[in-house]
């Protein structure tokens, strides 16, 4: 299992981008597999979700969990069926307005590494660009949201927010 690790500068305040991003109904509007979220209820101090999305032509459903930490700016995540894939989000005040940083965890499928390798010449290259467009995603997303979150509003609603943020940057150091 690898890490990959990403940070991007956002110009929301702090609190606002961590509200945005701890609702996991808002995962399509930033993660380009994503098109549905479930939530299921509290395990313990983890929520159960449902996901839902298309990756490499297949429709998938997975079940997974999410541990928010309001006070922390602090969100985990993981599935329930790849015990491979996981991963955490913090978000923290900046002088421009926030830092988002994410670290994934997860070793790529047989299929999406020959894919990548295809692409990107390399898994770890691709995983890595991979990131980045996420990073570029929640970016466009958290500064397009309304100030005050619309957890009604539909994911349909929300123009394509799949455009590169040219702050987004990856550790060096993987």
């Known amino acids: 299992m690898a890490e990959y690790t990403g940070r ?14 701890a ?27 449902a996901v839902e999305g298309e990756m490499e032509g297949h429709r998938y459903r997975d079940t997974g969990w999410l541990r928010v930490a309001p006070k922390a700016r602090r969100l985990d995540w993981g599935s329930d069926t790849h015990a491979e894939y996981g991963g955490s989000l913090t978000v923290e005040e900046a002088p421009q307005g926030t830092v988002v940083a994410v670290s994934l965890h997860t070793t790529p499928s047989p299929a999406a590494a020959a894919r990548l390798e295809r692409e990107a010449s390399n898994v770890d290259h691709g995983m890595r660009l991979a990131l980045e467009r996420v990073l570029g995603s929640i970016k466009a997303a958290c500064e397009a949201a309304p ?17 590169f943020g040219s702050t987004a940057t990856l550790d060096p150091e993987i």
């Not at 110009?11 to 991003?21: K, Y």
């Not at 399509?28 to 929520?47: K, M």
Request: hydrophobic fraction near 35%; aromatic fraction near 6%.
């Open 147 to 163: 100030r005050a979150v619309d957890p009604d509003r539909r994911t349909d609603d929300m123009p394509d927010s799949r455009v």
């Open 8 to 21: 991007i500068e956002i110009e929301h305040p702090a609190g606002e981008v961590f509200a945005f991003l």
């Open 23 to 49: 609702d996991p109904r808002h995962l399509p509007r930033y993660l380009p597999t994503v098109t549905h979220v479930e939530p299921h209820g509290l395990r313990g101090d983890r929520l159960a979700v």
